[in-house]
């Protein structure tokens, strides 16, 4: 295979028409519209397999000084920071039966979080936990999101397996009124949403699904029931099954293995194989990552975040496959940047790119010794065209005489479902069981996805304010009209990697804005000057990178396949200097959103 240094300006040709021919072997007309979602009569994906809902609960008709909607990592976080501001009554409404989010609901056998544990857990200062994994395993972060919640005393006044159906500004008593589908109505000073970026499971529309006789399930369900054993592995349930798993993403990467080492036979029905990096999982000592140290894991996780989003650092605390491969991304970003767009693409970026993509795919062909199995198992495209994943034990599951991989790129996916399995080029594979490990849906949580109705002053409702206006907001936090409604990791502001971190850094300023509002008996509610200055400061310098994502191949990252418009959706300058610039903002100007009520608080 040949150094980066050595590809020919013809190699590189050959490379961009292969990517070209890949991409449209697996373009799809029907686009996002190939994908449904768990209702209707497939609502059964979605139950809640950990804590099965109870009808007892009395409905809840009070008043608290924050409602936190969802209790994920972004609402605990928001929770623990209104606490440290002294702020008393702060309710999380979660689906649900805990804290957790994600990593509540996702517990299949397998689970890890690919982002170093030291910078991916958050608080690690506050609450004095070391974790002893480089990368932790699922369960053990689902505790350290109870862990918190515990420790900023959350859970006595939150309410699990609730959905928030409706957030209502009333002009009059200047609160919100809350409803949840448990028939609560209780009204909060602040709303604070923390609704997740990909919390709704998505099933590919596969004709025939609905009448496969077997077991199936998603894997953000996981059904132990059936396969018995732990997120550890020992599924001896399916000692004697035909299990077939859908989806080769980064759940499929972590889930097949532990599927390989358990099932009688497993079938991995691919359509687009993932990169596959070195993890070099490790045991960790708290000398290791300097935790003896006060502010070690701030020190750490802003190190990470720095060499991420493309910033130069002296050191590199995590060197692992995400900082090592971040020089892509500083490659990446210039080309971006330039008027001329595709035209200003730079070279450098596609010859370290095509370094990069020859190197995971040499990785296939030692490891994989079926030499066809191998050639399936190689991507083709741009590195950071699909999300990265990372194993050491993926690819090797191919070798064992109880896997088959069948890929589906050439029918588009798995072209139907029978009683009895999974057809594929004209072949049914018979299965006991099917797993889909196909992602979720992006777009479809939070306020703005219009799912749960938000009406603010003179009962405005935010769908129509957006359609009206287009997208606006200061700093993707709150917006005029819609007075102390804080929302978490939502657009107009950066998002990164490390999610937790991005959602920490969202939740002091949520934390700053709410403590800011209560000293000076004031409500939150920018200015539409205040809105316009920040679309004008979304639109300097935005990345013109439409181009790029529609030459990739198709998944959630470019609307499969349709490409990612450009626009002031994101801070143009990364995550590490919006953090810095939202700092600045609280020092110096946080009083401009700062509006005199008319009534005195209750
Ligand atoms: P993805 O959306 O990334 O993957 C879905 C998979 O299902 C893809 O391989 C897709 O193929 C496949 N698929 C969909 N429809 C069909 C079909 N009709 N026939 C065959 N295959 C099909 O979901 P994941 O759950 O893997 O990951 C979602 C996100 O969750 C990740 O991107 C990441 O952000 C996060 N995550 C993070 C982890 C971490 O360690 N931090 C671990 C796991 C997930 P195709 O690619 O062709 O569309």
Redesign the pocket.
């Known amino acids: 295979m040949a150094h980066a240094q050595e590809l020919s300006p013809e190699e590189i040709a050959g490379l961009r028409a292969r990517y070209r021919a890949e991409r449209e072997r697996?373009v799809r007309p029907d686009g996002t519209r190939?994908?449904h979602g768990a209702d209707a009569e497939f609502g059964y994906y979605a139950a809640d397999p950990y804590a099965p809902r109870t009808t007892g609960r009395e409905p809840v008709r009070d008043r608290v000084d924050v409602a936190v909607v969802g209790g994920g990592f972004g609402g605990i976080l928001a929770g623990a920071r209104l606490r440290e501001r002294g702020i008393e009554r702060v309710r999380v409404v979660e689906k649900g039966g805990d804290f957790g989010g994600t990593w509540y609901w996702?517990r299949y056998p397998g689970?890890?979080?690919?982002?170093e544990s030291h910078v991916y857990l958050p608080l690690l200062d506050e609450t004095g936990y070391v974790p002893e994994w480089k990368y932790a395993p699922g369960e053990e972060i689902r505790r350290h999101a109870v862990r918190i919640a515990e420790k900023f005393d959350l859970r006595a006044d939150a309410l699990f397996s609730t959905a928030v159906t409706s957030l209502t500004w009333d002009d009059t008593g200047e609160t919100w009124i809350v409803t949840t589908d448990r028939g609560d109505r209780f009204r909060a000073t602040h709303v604070v949403t923390a609704t997740g970026t990909?919390t709704e499971l998505k099933l590919?529309g596969?004709p025939g699904i609905e009448t496969f006789r077997g077991h199936t399930f998603h894997?953000s369900r996981w059904d132990y029931g059936y396969t018995g054993g732990t997120p550890d592995g020992g599924l001896t349930g399916l000692a004697d099954k035909r299990v077939g798993v859908?989806?080769?993403?980064?759940?499929?990467?972590?889930v097949v293995p532990k599927l390989a080492e358990d099932a009688g036979h497993l079938y991995v029905?691919?359509?687009?194989p993932?990169s596959v990096d070195v993890r070099a999982n490790r045991r960790t000592s708290a000398q290791d990552v300097g935790a003896d140290r006060t502010g070690w894991a701030r020190e750490r996780r802003d190190n990470f975040l720095r060499i991420v989003s493309g910033e130069s650092a002296e050191d590199d605390l995590v060197a692992d496959r995400w900082t090592s491969s971040a020089g892509l991304l500083e490659k990446l970003l210039p080309s971006f940047r330039r008027p001329a767009g595709r035209a200003g693409f730079e070279a450098a970026y596609e010859v370290a790119d095509a370094a990069k993509m020859n190197e995971i795919r040499a990785r296939v062909e030692r490891v994989v010794t079926d030499p066809t199995t191998a050639e399936r198992l190689k991507p083709w495209y741009r590195y950071a065209c699909?999300?990265p994943t990372f194993s050491d034990t993926y690819l090797q599951a191919f070798n064992r005489d109880n896997v088959t991989l069948v890929d589906?790129a050439d029918t588009?996916?798995?072209e139907r479902v029978t009683e009895r399995g999974v057809v594929v080029g004209g072949t049914e594979y018979a299965l006991d069981c099917l797993v889909f490990?196909?992602?979720?849906s992006v777009g479809v949580s939070g306020v703005h996805s219009g799912r749960l109705p938000v009406h603010g002053r003179d009962g405005v409702p935010l769908s129509r304010a957006r359609a009206e206006r287009g997208p606006r907001s200061l700093h993707g936090f709150t917006s005029n009209g819609f007075p102390n409604l804080i929302q978490l990791g939502a657009s107009q502001s950066a998002a990164s990697v490390n999610f937790t971190h991005v959602l920490d850094e969202h939740a002091v300023h949520a934390a700053a804005l709410v403590a800011a509002a209560e000293a000076a008996g004031a409500l939150v509610e920018p200015s539409p000057d205040a809105e316009d200055a920040w679309v004008a400061a979304l639109g300097e310098g935005a990345p013109d990178h439409a181009w790029f994502h529609a030459e990739c191949?198709?998944?959630?990252y470019n609307g499969?396949g349709r490409g990612r418009p450009n626009g002031p959706t994101a801070y143009p300058h990364g995550a590490f200097a919006f953090h810095n610039l939202l700092r600045r903002w609280r020092e110096e100007s946080m009083d401009e959103v700062l509006r005199p009520r008319a009534t005195a608080r209750a």
């Open positions: 697996r190939q994908y996702n689970i890890h979080c690919d982002i990909l590919p596969i894997t859908v989806g080769t993403g980064a759940t499929g990467v972590q029905f691919q359509r687009t993932s699909k999300r589906t588009h996916g798995i490990a196909t992602g979720f191949t198709p998944g959630y499969e």
